[in-house]
């Protein structure tokens, strides 16, 4: 099993700045796409940043210019920063990752969730 562990959240004003961590540790050979997703209150979850473990990354259109995600392949650990952030970008941000264990098998896994909140 994997275990996700993400940081990062907090109340911010608009146009400010915030960084999400999500550590990634246990029984994994490799991980191969790391992403976030957020979910408002009454809405979807829906995908905000991925990126791949080559490097390529697919961002949602309306973080696009705003939003960077990288990550640290030694840590495990991916990273979302936030800028010019805006009250709709209030949701939970969640952490995902897909990843490959010592058996070969492949698995996704979320983490437990951090709240972003964007309001002056």
């Known amino acids: 099993q994997v275990h996700l562990v993400e940081s990062g959240g907090g109340l911010v004003q608009p146009g400010g700045s915030l960084r999400l961590s999500c550590a990634a540790s246990?029984?994994?050979?490799?991980?191969?796409?790391m992403g976030w997703y957020r979910q408002a209150p009454g809405k979807q979850r829906e995908l905000v940043a991925a990126?791949?473990?080559?490097?390529?990354?697919n961002y949602a259109d309306s973080v696009k210019g705003r939003f960077t995600i990288s990550r640290d392949n030694a840590k495990n650990t991916v990273y979302l920063q936030m800028n010019s952030l805006k009250p709709e970008d209030t949701a939970v941000y969640y952490c995902?990752?897909?990843?490959?264990?010592?058996?070969?098998?492949?698995?996704?896994?979320w983490g437990q969730g951090t709240q972003v909140t964007v309001s002056s």
């Open positions: 246990g029984s994994i050979f490799r991980i191969n796409v």
């Open positions: 990126i791949t473990s080559g490097g390529s990354t």
């Open positions: 995902n990752v897909d990843y490959r264990d010592f058996l070969f098998r492949d698995f996704g896994s």
